[in-house]
Structures are given as C-alpha cells and as structure tokens.
C-alpha cells in the first residue's frame, strides 16, 4: 500500500478517502467518529470532481447515488461542495439575509433535515426553499415547468435561471462537475454557486449562523457542551440506519441483504431501549440527533417496510420509537416539512429496479401518528 494514501483527516461526512498517484480515488472506507470539517474541506473539491476526458460532464449519462454498489453492496459516495457559512471577516460565505436558497426534496430525508431545522429556527424568510418534483428520472431531480398540470404540493419552477433539472445547477457551480446531483442544495444567490450539498453540515450552519435573522434564536439545537455527543450518537446510526435502509434496499446480493438488514434492526433495538428511559437522544431537548432519526423513522413504515425490504419488524411495533416519532411529529413546525405524498410517490415511483411498474401500495394507515404519544411523562 506504500503508493497509496488516506487522505489527512479527510472525513468527507463519513467516508475517508483513499488516494494513489495523482489524486486518482481508489476507494472510500467509513470512519466511526467524523469531525464536521469546515472551509478546509473545499480544498477536497477538485479531487472528488474528476474530468472527464472525451466528453464534457453534461453529456455524461446520469448515475444516482443507487448505482454505487461494490460486491452487492450500496455504498454512498461523499458529497463534494463542502464550503462554509461564517462571519468571519475575510470569510467567503457570510450568513446574509436572503442570500442563500435551498433546493430540497420533500422525499428526500437528507433534505429534511435541513427544512426541519430551517423551520425549528425560523428561517424561513431568511433562506428560501424550492422544492423539487417527487418522480426522480434518468437524468435525476426536476423542477416542475411553468403552466405544468398536476403539480404536487409545495413544488415550484426553477425561479432563479428557469433551470429544468437539479444537474443544471450543480453545472451552474461547476461546469466539470463529475458527481452526483443530490438534494439539499444550499445555493449561493451573490456568488452564484453552491455552498454546501452536505446535509449534516447544512443543519450545523443553519442552527448557528443566522441567529440575527431567525425568527427564534434562542433555539439551539446544536449546544456547544453537548455537541460531542449528538455527533457520536448521530454517527452511530447513520451507516446502519439512516444509509442501513439504503443499504438493504439497494443490496445486489443476498448477503449485502442480510449484512444490512441484521445491522439495521441491532440498531433500531438499541435505540428504542435507549429512548425508554429519555424523550430526547441527548440531554433533555430536542437536538440535530433526534431531527437525523426521526426523518429515517417517519419514512420506515410507509416505504422502508415493503420497498427496501426492512420488514422483520415496523415502527409501529417499537412503543418507544413510534412514541418518539408522534412526538416530533406532532410538533407543528416539523409536520409542515412531512409529506407522505412526496415520500411515496418518490421512492416507489423512482427506483425502477426495485419496482419496476410503479405502483404505489396504498397503506398503510398512518393517523395514529396524531394519537397521544405520552412522551412528556419518560
Ligand atoms: N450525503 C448527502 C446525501 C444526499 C442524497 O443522497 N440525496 C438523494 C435523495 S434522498 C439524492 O438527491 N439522490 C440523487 C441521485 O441519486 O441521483 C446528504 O446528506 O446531504
């Protein structure tokens, strides 16, 4: 391995680069415990947008992030525009009103997590939000057109440039960009590029630099002193929740299944004895930890279940889990950002090796998601 090296403390998010000669990525192992890298990771950039060599970047077919499976299994590349928010004097990006835009999906719940926070902080004045389109083409996100019948809630056209898709974008950014258009986007109107299209470092920011504009600014959800701990815990389960249902959904073999699905329901067990004997996954109020579960568990019964194969048991059936869940849902701000019609449209319609026809199941029945949740009493 002498010709190789992992990158210095390169945890792009969770993965840690291993390069060989020239920068060339030969592949990326998960690392435990991240550190939220900040402006330094923009210097990673060139190395994860590779340039093509006989046709521009544009031309390339797409490839979604559901195509990035080694030996069966699904592996989640790192997200490449890493810059950050400050108001640090010669900071480039500082937390201005109405400067930036985040472009989401309501399906996605990368992308929840960041309306989540936006919506706990109040910023919705401050950073406007364009949805995307639930269908996920070929050619990756869209943005609904103008006069288009049927559009579904909350979408809007483009409104910056008109654009039709996500890709164009992250073109606008970078015309060689070479990797994957996922959403959140948080887009930077003055410098027209994008900022960040890491959700764990989007909710980071959005809690902390832009106290002067948000509506509540005393909501920390991010506290200094517990901040190692909402990192550990998060990191805990992002592999084998968060990304695990990924993993068992777009699992090519049976093996990368069973790896998947067995880590996935460890960590669900732990995390309901874990929420028997406190409301919130760390200290005594709701923080970013408890936003990167909960976007995984409204989804889980609705989608997980029957598309990605996660069926040895529901939410519904862990008291604590399904209680954690009603209680954050049952808070008005983070109920606005859930819709089950995005969410299913989305994931059924979208994956056409998983399901190739489309078909959306009806159920199942999730109004017991507005019953009492008894959590204030744990
Ligand atoms: N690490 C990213 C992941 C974002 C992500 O994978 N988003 C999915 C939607 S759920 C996406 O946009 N996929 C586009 C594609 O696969 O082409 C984050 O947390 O922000």
Partial sequence: MKNFECSPKAELGHSTLIRGPRGTILMTSFITSPILLRPSLSR???????????????????????DDVVSGRFRRKPSVFRDWISSAPDAKFTPDDNRYRLYVSLACPWACRCLITRALKGLQKTIPVTVVHHYMGPK????????????????????????????????????????????????????????????????????????????????????????????DVAESFYNSLNNGVYRCGFAQTQGAYDEAVGELFDILEHFEERLGSRRYLVGDSLTLADIRLFVTLIRFDPVYVSHFKTNKKRI???????????????????????????????????HPSINPLGIVPAGPDMSYLDTPHGREQV
Wanted: aromatic letters at 12%; proline letters at 8%.
């Fill in 316 to 350: 519904f059936d862990y008291p604590n889990l399904s209680g954690f869940m009603k209680d954050l849902y049952q808070n008005p701000k983070i109920k606005e950002t859930v819709s089950f019609e995005h969410i299913k449209k989305h994931y059924f319609g979208s």
């Fill in 44 to 66: 990673l950039r060139p190395l994860l947008c590779r340039r093509p060599t006989m046709t521009s970047a544009q031309d390339k077919p797409h490839k979604a992030a559901m």
């Fill in 140 to 231: 990756g996100w869209r943005f609904v057109e103008e006069g288009e019948q049927n559009v579904p809630p909350m979408c809007e056209p483009e409104p910056l440039f008109g654009l039709k898709m996500i890709r164009d974008l992250y073109f606008k950014a970078d015309e060689q960009y070479g990797g994957r258009f996922t959403v959140p986007v948080l887009w930077d109107t003055k410098l027209g590029t994008i900022v960040n299209n890491e959700s764990s470092e989007i909710i980071v920011m959005l809690n902390e630099m832009f106290n002067e504009h948000a509506e509540r600014p005393e909501v920390d959800l991010y506290p200094k002193e517990l901040r190692t701990e909402i990192d």
